[in-house]
């Protein structure tokens, strides 16, 4: 059992002086103190109690595996009702966010229905965290397969290796 209150020497804690006291000039003995690296981990443990807190006050996106499955053909025509954008396979509703968009509501409309995957990550403006965490929270959908599909998928074909006539 740690003698001390407040572990900490300039932390208020009268008892903890005069026994200190009391064991520097020999009237107490024997007297214990607790390593200091459980005290960091106690310490650790009720700040992330604290964090815990502010975690579980906080809206989270959508899980993935929540989400529903959207063929690229739903995702094209549901996009000519509302503005939808695709970023890295999920699909978001932007209609919230079209008049707040630093880039402007045009920016956002002209792409709906798009992969918008390579301008959302520095082919046109590096995005924050904060423009991640908000996107996120936008998610209404997993495009199936994660791409854009082409209409027509060619079947393989041999390399044709071309001479020319001597």
Known sequence: MDYRNAFLWYQYDPTKWFIAICGKIGFASHLRVFP?????????AMKLKALKKVQESLAWPTASTELPVVTWETFQEESKNIPL???????????SFVDGHPGGRDLL???????????????????SNAAHNL????????????????????????????????
């Open 36 to 44: 200091s690296n459980e005290i960091t981990k106690g310490a650790l």
């Open 85 to 95: 954008i695709l970023v890295s396979g999920f699909i978001h509703d932007v209609s």
């Open 109 to 127: 409309l002209n792409n709906s229905g798009k992969d918008m995957t390579p301008a959302f990550f520095g082919g046109v403006y590096a995005h």
């Open 135 to 166: 996107l996120a929270m936008m998610r209404i959908g997993v495009l199936a397969g994660g791409v854009e599909t082409p209409a027509e998928i060619l079947p393989p074909q041999r390399l044709y290796i071309a001479q020319r006539a001597q």
